[in-house]
Antibody
Framework: EVQLVQSGAEVKKPGESLKISCKGS????????IGWVRQMPGKGLEWMGI????????RYSPSFQGQVTISADKSISTAYLQWSSLKASDTAMYYC????????????WGQGTLVTVSS | QSVLTQPPSVSAAPGQKVTISCSGS????????VSWYQQLPGTAPKLLIY???KRPSGIPDRFSGSKSGTSATLGITGLQTGDEADYYC?????????FGGGTKLTVL
């Protein structure tokens, strides 16, 4: 059974760093793109970026380029999303999702990680 | 503001049919496949339609998709109260993904 399990909710202060994770199981982790999607409170889905764990090819939406870093450790089938300096506007639910083909055919999703940034 | 435009809301009565539109341009919908996602309240999105009109295993045939030019449409027949959710279209644009702004479906 394909599963994506994300790390738990985080509460951080502005300026702090953070790395959240997404562990894949039940499939060949290196053969599918893993994307990250942001959903701010009460708002829609935003495609942030995507990584191909097989060769670490990574692409970012212009809106998120330079604001976050996407990485993956294929030895433990885990993808990451990290911030070096959080802002209050980073408060959102973050989902990882597996793309069955291309960059946005997301057939399996993680349960989401809620990130709250508040002083 | 998303590059894909969806109506903010649609509504219909149980048993009726509803369509949700997704309008883009030649750089996205016009030259790429469209996917549709359903997000029930408090849950992660779920893939409903991919490659414009294909349904993943387990998605009932009440859900259908189509594409014409730079627009795509999601159709839902035999509406049920359990279909109340937010619906998003998605495609790629210059090798990056983009979502529509989402449409809230109310089943009256």
């Amino acid at each position: 059974e394909v599963q994506l399990v994300q790390s738990g909710a985080e509460v951080k202060k502005p300026g702090e760093s953070l790395k959240i994770s997404c562990k894949g199981s039940g499939y060949s982790f290196t053969s599918y793109w893993i994307g990250w999607v942001r959903q701010m409170p009460g708002k829609g889905l935003e495609w942030m970026g995507i990584i191909y764990p097989g060769d670490s090819d990574t692409r970012y939406s212009p809106s998120f380029q330079g604001q976050v870093t996407i990485s993956a450790d294929k030895s433990i089938s885990t993808a990451y999303l990290q911030w070096s300096s959080l802002k209050a506007s980073d408060t959102a639910m973050y989902y990882c999702a597996r793309s069955v083909r291309g960059v946005i055919i997301f057939d399996y999703w993680g349960q989401g990680t809620l990130v709250t940034v508040s002083s | 503001q998303s590059v894909l435009t969806q109506p903010p809301s649609v509504s219909a009565a149980p048993g009726q049919k509803v369509t949700i539109s997704c309008s883009g341009s030649s750089s996205n919908i016009g030259n790429n496949y469209v996917s549709w996602y359903q997000q029930l309240p408090g849950t992660a999105p779920k893939l409903l339609i991919y490659d414009n009109n294909k349904r993943p295993s387990g998605i009932p045939d009440r859900f259908s998709g189509s594409k014409s030019g730079t627009s795509a449409t999601l159709g839902i027949t035999g509406l049920q109260t359990g279909d109340e959710a937010d619906y998003y279209c998605g495609t790629w644009d210059s090798s990056l993904g983009v979502f529509g702004g989402g449409t809230k479906l109310t089943v009256l």
